[in-house]
T-cell receptor
């Protein structure tokens, strides 16, 4: 079945460091790809998305490129800030927007930026 | 414009009791999705409902779990005879249509954290 694998556990950069959080996916379909962010005690929020190959999602200095040839959607930022600290989930949609539309999530990566 | 409302925020049940989780979608959204998040895990899809219809329940455990979305009122996720392994955060999401949902148009609620003691 469809799956998403991302950098596991916790990432501990210092403020101003660059960041890459890896995400790889498996599916037999042509999915849309997402990064969601979750703050403590809240539900996930859409952070950025890419709908087709070579699209680049962008938000608040974060970027992720939809790479079909390597089935990857890595999250990158040049210079992280303490306020970026949260749990980040990579996800794909496994439907074609018809009768489905549910999401497949990775296990999450906790980003804790040191001041 | 209220977002997706879930209640209660926290629910404690003893083993063998029933748990009822409620979700009111955003205004204008008629599609509701339930997800479960176990500790240190990502969210797992459980069920997708439209008003009065279950569209996809492929992620629901076969026993003790049920969901409904009546014509009037919130969507309900019901867990009968709860066990410790049911302890998790349960999130509801809504979208105006499955197409918009699959394009990232979900709005998630803040979740219900169920603890079974």
């Amino acid at each position: 079945g469809d799956s998403v694998v991302q950098t596991e556990g916790q990432v501990l950069p210092s403020e101003g460091d660059s960041l890459i959080v890896n995400c790889s996916y498996e599916t037999t379909q042509y999915p849309s790809l997402f990064w969601y962010v979750q703050y403590p005690g809240e539900g996930p929020q859409l952070h950025l998305k890419a709908m087709k190959a070579n699209d680049k999602g962008r938000n608040k200095g974060f970027e992720a490129m939809y790479r079909k040839e390597t089935t990857s959607f890595h999250l990158e930022k040049d210079s992280v800030q303490e306020s970026d600290s949260a749990v980040y989930f990579c996800a794909l949609s496994d439907g074609d927007g018809g009768s489905q539309g549910n999401l497949i999530f990775g296990k999450g990566t906790k980003l804790s930026v040191k001041p | 414009n209220a977002g997706v409302m879930q209640n209660p925020r926290h629910l404690v049940r003893r083993r063998g009791q029933e748990a009822r989780l409620r979700c009111s979608p955003m205004k204008g959204h008629s599609h509701v999705y339930w997800y479960r998040q176990l500790p240190e895990e990502g969210l797992k899809f459980m069920v997708y409902l439209q008003k009065e219809n279950i569209i996809d329940e492929s992620g629901m455990p076969k026993e003790r779990f049920s969901a409904e979305f009546p014509k009037e009122g919130p969507s309900i996720l019901r867990i009968q005879q709860v066990v410790r392994g049911d302890s998790a955060a349960y999130f509801c999401a809504s979208s105006p249509s499955p197409l918009q949902g699959s394009s990232g148009g979900y709005t998630f609620g803040s979740g219900t954290r169920l603890t079974v003691v």
